[in-house]
T-cell receptor, first 117, second 113 residues
Framework: GAGVSQSPSNKVTEKGKDVELRCDPI?????LYWYRQSLGQGLEFLIY????????KSGLPSDRFSAERTGGSVSTLTIQRTQQEDSAVYLC???????????????FGEGSWLTVV | GENVEQHPSTLSVQEGDSAVIKCTYS??????FPWYKQELGKRPQLIID?????GEKKDQRIAVTLNKTAKHFSLHITETQPEDSAVYFC????????????FGQGTTLQVKP
């Protein structure tokens, strides 16, 4: 597609429910990132996928958070038993590749605004 | 651990003045440093980037400088305009094979007409 696509754009859920957020990266991009941005805050790294390598999950804040990337393309971020502090914008980004010797630009999606009530 | 510190958190300048935003990083092997601009309610977008083998890069009114010894890099915006008002994020790509990009906390720039 023309850009990184995320869905839903907005999600309101009740505390304790599970949510799934979807990211469709730019076609051909092998690197995919998830970041979280709380209101007025910075971009908090969550997880990173690169090709067929094991994902870097070091930013996931708790075991309630998980992410998958099927077929090297679409990714789903799942938050189980949501809490109010999970309310934030979840941003997905992708790039052609990502390694220590490349500076390929990462392109962000519009984000999924999650509100836990 | 991996960390990027960004200062100031807010910056207000008069139109036409210059603005400077500074970042420091912790991983001495970091080799790629992009800057993103995020307008209210919109996605972050790349405005300029620099690699570790370069000390300075310019693109019209925007420039970035890198001091590898000090692990410090800065964004310079000259002749600021009201449309430059936004949140600016610096980032550093860590050196591990994951290629993870760590962002600073952001600087809210307000350009007063």
């Amino acid at each position: 597609g023309a850009g990184v696509s995320q869905s839903p754009s907005n999600k309101v859920t009740e505390k304790g429910k599970d949510v799934e957020l979807r990211c469709d990266p730019i076609s051909g991009h092998t690197a995919l990132y998830w970041y979280r941005q709380s209101l007025g805050q910075g971009l908090e790294f969550l997880i990173y996928f690169q090709g067929n390598s094991a994902p870097d999950k070091s930013g996931l804040p708790s075991d309630r958070f998980s992410a998958e990337r099927t077929g090297g393309s679409v990714s789903t971020l799942t938050i189980q038993r949501t809490q109010q502090e999970d309310s934030a914008v979840y941003l997905c980004a992708s790039s052609l590749r990502s390694d220590s010797y490349s500076g390929n630009t990462i392109y962000f999606g519009e984000g999924s605004w999650l509100t836990v009530v | 651990g991996e960390n990027v510190e960004q200062h100031p958190s807010t910056l207000s300048v008069q139109e036409g003045d210059s603005a400077v935003i500074k970042c420091t990083y912790s991983d001495s092997a970091s080799n790629y440093f992009p800057w993103y601009k995020q307008e209210l309610g919109k996605r972050p977008q790349l405005i300029i980037d620099i690699r570790s083998n370069v000390g300075e890069k310019k693109d019209q009114r925007i420039a970035v400088t890198l001091n590898k010894t000090a692990k410090h890099f800065s964004l310079h915006i000259t002749e600021t305009q009201p449309e430059d008002s936004a949140v600016y994020f610096c980032a550093a790509r860590i050196s591990s094979n994951t290629g993870k990009l760590i962002f600073g906390q952001g600087t809210t720039l307000q350009v007063k007409p």
